[in-house]
């Protein structure tokens, strides 16, 4: 069995034995969803998104650690690698905190998807190549289709009677941010007022509770949100968190194919933005 066959081996188990298990978010990662809203969480799972005969002019396909929540936008961008490159690549899903040790072992992977601050990480794990930007996490104000109780500003989740779902900051960086913006807004306690017990792990229960009808509003991330929009809408207000989630397409500088990943992100580059912002990911 090849390096690469044993690694591609390790995430097909790992995957098969932890479908059935959603893992605690970190740092924005989001579990799969029943409906089919949300990408699996912290299962490392592998999807072989373009393989094709021609293996033998591209080289192997080249291995993505992708964030599961950046699912549907890598399917999209590796879909059109394919058809436009001829390269070929094999998507493993997982939370980027699940997906870092690899990284830093430098034992799987070519290209890492991710966010801040695993940037950060595999820089300073002298594992990184080159990073290309290609869009951003920010919680998004959203509320139930037609908006029934006329929510418009962050300061409205303080008015009394309100059902208010948001993420738990101890899981969340989203919740995180959301607590430090409700606290310099000095709107904190009346809101978790309206929270209850409505504090969850993950974005995607935000949005299958309200498919089902419960809450009034919730801040939650907007890439998720974009797979809820069926019964959610976002509220458009201004973006005043302090901090900035980058998402990122990250070449490994321990890849055994350095060409083939150059002409990946040089791809990513340029298509790459374009298809995360069809997903909602634009702060």
Same mark, same amino acid.
């Not at 992708?66 to 493993?92: I, N």
């Given at each position: 069995m090849t390096g690469r066959t044993a690694q591609l081996a390790f995430y097909v188990v790992a995957g098969l034995l932890l479908t059935t298990t959603l893992g605690c978010p970190q740092s924005g990662q989001e579990p799969a969803a029943p409906t089919g809203a949300g990408a699996p969480e912290t299962a490392a799972q592998t999807s072989a998104a373009s393989e094709t005969s021609?293996?033998? $002019? $591209?080289?192997?396909?080249?291995?993505?650690?992708?964030?599961?929540?950046?699912?549907?936008?890598?399917?999209?961008?590796?879909?059109?690698?394919?058809?436009?490159?001829?390269?070929?690549?094999?998507?493993?899903?997982?939370?980027?905190?699940?997906?870092?040790?690899?990284?830093?072992?430098?034992?799987?992977?070519?290209?890492? *998807?991710?966010?801040?601050?695993?940037?950060?990480?595999?820089?300073?794990?002298?594992?990184?190549?080159?990073?290309?930007?290609?869009?951003?996490?920010?919680?998004?104000?959203?509320?139930?289709?037609?908006?029934?109780?006329?929510?418009?500003?962050?300061?409205?989740?303080?008015?009394?009677?309100?059902?208010?779902?948001?993420?738990?900051?101890?899981?969340?960086?989203?919740?995180?941010?959301?607590?430090?913006?409700?606290?310099?807004?000095?709107?904190?306690?009346? *809101?978790?007022?309206?929270?209850?017990?409505?504090?969850?792990?993950?974005?995607?229960?935000i949005g299958n509770k309200m498919q089902l009808g419960f809450g009034d509003a919730g801040i939650m991330w907007n890439g998720v949100a974009n797979n809820f929009l069926d019964a959610v809408e976002i509220v458009p207000v201004p973006y005043e968190y302090d901090e900035e989630i980058r998402v990122s397409v990250m070449g490994l500088s321990y890849t055994e194919q350095p060409d083939e990943v150059k002409k990946f992100l040089d791809f990513a580059e340029a298509h790459g933005p374009e298809a995360f912002k069809e997903f909602g990911y634009v702060k």
């Amino acid at each position: 069995m090849t390096g690469r066959t044993a690694q591609l081996a390790f995430y097909v188990v790992a995957g098969l034995l932890l479908t059935t298990t959603l893992g605690c978010p970190q740092s924005g990662q989001e579990p799969a969803a029943p409906t089919g809203a949300g990408a699996p969480e912290t299962a490392a799972q592998t999807s072989a998104a373009s393989e094709t005969s021609q293996d033998a $002019a $591209a080289g192997e396909p080249l291995t993505i650690l992708c964030g599961s929540s950046f699912r549907p936008p890598m399917e999209k961008l590796t879909a059109m690698y394919q058809q436009e490159t001829g390269g070929t690549t094999e998507l493993a899903f997982g939370g980027s905190e699940d997906l870092l040790p690899s990284v830093k072992t430098k034992s799987a992977g070519d290209v890492y *998807v991710t966010h801040t601050p695993f940037q950060q990480y595999t820089e300073e794990a002298g594992a990184l190549m080159r990073d290309v930007g290609v869009g951003f996490l920010a919680p998004v104000l959203v509320v139930p289709k037609g908006n029934p109780k006329g929510i418009k500003s962050v300061e409205d989740l303080a008015k009394p009677d309100l059902q208010v779902l948001i993420t738990n900051p101890e899981f969340s960086t989203c919740g995180e941010m959301t607590f430090a913006l409700l606290e310099k807004k000095g709107i904190k306690d009346a *809101v978790l007022k309206n929270v209850g017990n409505a504090m969850f792990k993950h974005h995607s229960e935000i949005g299958n509770k309200m498919q089902l009808g419960f809450g009034d509003a919730g801040i939650m991330w907007n890439g998720v949100a974009n797979n809820f929009l069926d019964a959610v809408e976002i509220v458009p207000v201004p973006y005043e968190y302090d901090e900035e989630i980058r998402v990122s397409v990250m070449g490994l500088s321990y890849t055994e194919q350095p060409d083939e990943v150059k002409k990946f992100l040089d791809f990513a580059e340029a298509h790459g933005p374009e298809a995360f912002k069809e997903f909602g990911y634009v702060k």
